[in-house]
């Protein structure tokens, strides 16, 4: 098996990642707050310069908070969504999948997802899977059947499959 995703150390890393821009965030504010409450307390009888200067680092502060809340912090909430309660019970083991074509990418929160599609045969019928690749640019040969470990239809390592042989 070709592993796309280390299991482990992403379920360890968007853990990790995600707290630290929690309490990143929350001392940052602590300080700028702080910062300006002692910047207007212990300023000398003219005050406007320092006034000035609170409002320029609070207005400053605002904004890195909006392009933060928008561009980054989606991001980490997503991998910590999809990957920070992964267990071992919620892979799926695909055996027997033909690779078809590469979709438009998909993006959610910031992220972007490869779009595969891949036929399986049940019974008589013929279905169309949609899987994902995150992070990765691997290329899957056209015709070519695969054995595919999923998470939530995010591949998380890959086979080709053996046909028998007599």
Do not use: W
């Amino acid at each position: 098996m070709t592993a796309l995703i280390d299991v482990k150390e992403i379920k360890k890393k968007s853990r990790v990642r995600f707290f630290l821009h929690i309490f990143g965030i929350i001392f940052l504010t602590l300080g700028v707050i702080a910062g300006s409450l002692l910047l207007l307390l212990l300023s000398s009888l003219d005050y406007i310069p320092n006034l000035i200067l609170t409002i320029v680092l609070d207005a400053t502060y605002f904004s890195f908070l909006v392009f933060y809340f928008f561009s980054i912090f989606p991001i980490v909430k997503h991998y910590y969504k999809v990957f920070g309660k992964m267990n071992q019970v919620a892979f799926e083991h695909r055996r027997r999948l033909k690779y078809v074509e590469e979709k438009e990418n998909r993006i959610n929160e910031n992220v972007r997802y490869r779009t595969l599609c891949f036929i399986y045969k049940e019974g008589e019928n013929n279905y169309n899977e949609n899987l994902y690749v995150l992070d990765n640019n691997v290329k899957f040969i056209k015709d070519k059947y695969y054995s595919l470990f999923t998470y939530q239809n995010i591949i998380l390592s890959y086979e080709e499959a053996k046909d028998a042989t007599v």
